[in-house]
C-alpha cells in the first residue's frame, strides 16, 4: 500500500462478535479516515478521526488513533453478516493514501 | 452533502484504443481532483493528483503519457487511457476536494468508480 499497512488482511468472525481491524502509516496526517468497499463497488466513508482526536464512536463502530504510534485500529460490535466487506484506513496529509485493507467475512 | 460523478461506470474497449474517464464534482468546486487506480482483492493506488488550470502530480511509476490528466474547470477532471493495454483493466476512482470545506474537516467526496477491461 501506499501508506502503511493494516492487519489482518482477512478476517473471518461469526455475527455478533467483535471485529477489529488495525492500520499503520507512515507520515504526520491531518486526519485519518475509514472508508468500507463492497466488492467491486465504490468507497463509503465510515468516520474520520481527526490527528488531535484519541477515539471516536459511530453507531457500532469505534475508531482509535495514536499518532506517537502512527496507528489506529477499527472496532466494529455485534457485527452482521451484512457488515462483510472490505476495510480501508485512508490518511489525508493533504492528499488521500490508502492502507493496504482487511476482508471481513461475518459468517451468519 | 457533497456528489462526485464518475462515467462511466463500465466500460470495455479494445488494445490500442484510448479510453476516457470523467470526474465530475456536482455542487461545489473542486480545484484538486485525485485519481486513483485499484486491482482486484488490493488497495487503492494514488495515481496522480490533478490540479486546475495546471499540469497533473504524477505518484512514481505512473506513466503521465499513458495515463493523460485534464483538469480544465473547477468541476471536472478527465482522465484517458492512451493506447489501453489488457494490464490496463482495473478499477479507476477519482476524488474530489471539496475546496470550501475545511482542511481540518472532511473534504473528500469519491466518485463511484470505472471498470476498464482492454480487450
Known amino acids: 500500500s501506499q501508506q502503511g499497512e493494516e492487519d489482518p488482511q482477512a478476517l473471518s468472525i461469526q455475527e455478533g462478535e467483535n471485529a477489529t481491524m488495525n492500520c499503520s502509516y507512515k507520515?504526520?496526517?491531518?486526519?485519518l479516515q475509514w472508508y468500507r468497499q463492497n466488492s467491486g463497488r465504490g468507497l463509503v466513508h465510515l468516520i474520520l478521526?481527526?490527528?488531535?482526536?484519541r477515539e471516536k464512536h459511530s453507531g457500532r463502530l469505534r475508531v482509535t488513533l495514536d499518532t506517537s504510534k502512527k496507528s489506529s485500529s477499527l472496532l466494529i460490535t455485534a457485527s452482521r453478516a451484512a457488515d462483510t466487506a472490505s476495510y480501508f484506513c485512508?490518511?489525508?496529509?493533504?492528499?488521500?493514501?490508502f492502507g493496504a485493507g482487511t476482508r471481513l467475512t461475518v459468517k451468519p | 452533502g457533497a456528489v462526485v460523478s464518475q462515467h462511466p461506470s463500465r466500460v470495455i474497449c479494445k488494445s490500442g484504443t484510448s479510453v476516457k474517464i470523467e470526474c465530475r464534482s456536482l455542487?461545489?468546486?473542486?480545484?484538486?481532483m485525485f485519481w486513483y487506480r485499484q486491482f482486484p482483492k488490493k488497495s487503492l493506488m494514488l495515481m496522480a493528483t490533478?490540479?486546475?488550470?495546471?499540469?497533473?502530480?504524477?505518484e512514481q511509476g505512473v506513466e503521465k503519457d499513458k495515463f493523460l490528466i485534464n483538469h480544465a474547470s473547477l468541476t471536472l477532471s478527465t482522465l484517458t487511457v492512451t493506447s489501453a493495454h489488457p494490464e490496463d483493466s482495473s478499477f479507476y476512482i477519482c476524488?474530489?476536494?471539496?475546496?470550501?470545506?475545511?482542511?481540518?474537516?472532511?473534504?473528500?467526496?469519491f466518485g463511484s468508480g470505472t471498470r476498464l477491461t482492454v480487450v
Open positions: 476524488s474530489a476536494r471539496d475546496q470550501g470545506a475545511p482542511s481540518s474537516n472532511y473534504g473528500y467526496t
Open positions: 507520515t504526520s496526517i491531518n486526519n
Open positions: 478521526i481527526r490527528s488531535n482526536e
Open positions: 485512508a490518511t489525508d496529509a493533504n492528499d488521500m493514501r
Open positions: 455542487d461545489f468546486q473542486a480545484t484538486t
Open positions: 490533478s490540479n486546475e488550470g495546471s499540469k497533473a502530480t504524477y
